[in-house]
């Protein structure tokens, strides 16, 4: 089975201009998360999708905005990018949400790069 | 959440077994204790999880105390891929993983 994949691999954008990274989960898994990883540090919760219902959200700014398809799969926006927003952004998926129990399962993710 | 202590880093050569622990004192009854590695250059990997008995699978073992408060990740011989930064993880009727800084583990051929 295909792992959960993201696009693209790299992307470099301009400080102002607007983002979309996308992210296909595992076949069957109904829950998208994303998560920042600044380099240096720990990956950052950044949303949860669930059944194309937001389940959860970090401390981000209202500039990250989400969304999940029928299909599952799930679209990351960034409005207004700034330098700080340079980072590897990362896809998880699972089959199912809450309880604490269910594996996540992280894609390669997207660098993004802000000049 | 639940807090989480772990060492910065530590060393193993190729062929040992490597015991990294975690101290999560305020771990609550119902969280669930994960490990998640990230190797360089890859999104982070599940590794193990555990409530509270001891937990075997084909990476890794979970040793986790009798008062919950601490446990430990067993690897039972370490390879040069097994070197990556090592989270533990407690997680509580959500998906909301909180990485903290981790253990970089090293290993020596």
């Known amino acids: 089975d295909a792992g959960v994949t993201q696009s693209p691999t790299h992307l470099i954008k301009t400080r102002g201009q607007q983002v979309t990274l996308r992210c296909s989960p595992i076949s069957g898994h109904k829950s998208v998360s994303w998560y920042q990883q600044v380099l240096g540090q720990g990956p950052q919760f950044i949303f949860q999708?669930?059944?194309?219902?937001?389940?959860g959200r970090g401390n981000f700014p209202d500039r990250f905005s989400a969304r999940q398809f029928p299909n599952y799969s799930s679209e990351l926006n960034v409005n207004a990018l700034l330098l700080g927003d340079s980072a590897l952004y990362l896809c998880?998926?699972?089959?199912?949400?809450?309880?604490?129990?269910?594996?996540?399962?992280f894609g390669p993710g997207t660098r993004l790069t802000v000049l | 959440d639940a807090k989480t202590t772990q060492p910065n880093s530590m060393e193993s050569n190729e062929e040992e077994p490597v015991h990294l622990p975690c101290n999560h004192s305020?771990?609550?009854?119902?969280?669930?204790i994960h490990w998640y590695r990230q190797l360089p250059s890859q999104g982070p990997e599940y590794v193990i999880h555990?409530?509270?008995s001891n937990v075997n699978n084909r990476m890794a073992s979970l040793a986790i105390a009798e008062d919950r408060k601490s446990s430990t990740l067993i690897l039972h011989r370490a390879t040069l891929r097994d070197a990556a930064v090592y989270y533990c993880?407690?997680?509580?009727?959500?998906?909301?993983?909180?990485f903290g800084t981790g253990t970089r583990l090293q290993v020596f051929p």
């Open positions: 998880a998926s699972s089959k199912l949400a809450g309880a604490g129990a269910y594996t996540q399962y």
């Open positions: 555990g409530l509270t």
């Open positions: 999708y669930y059944e194309k219902e937001e389940r």
């Open positions: 993880i407690p997680l509580r009727d959500t998906d909301k993983l909180i």
């Open positions: 305020t771990i609550s009854g119902t969280d669930y």
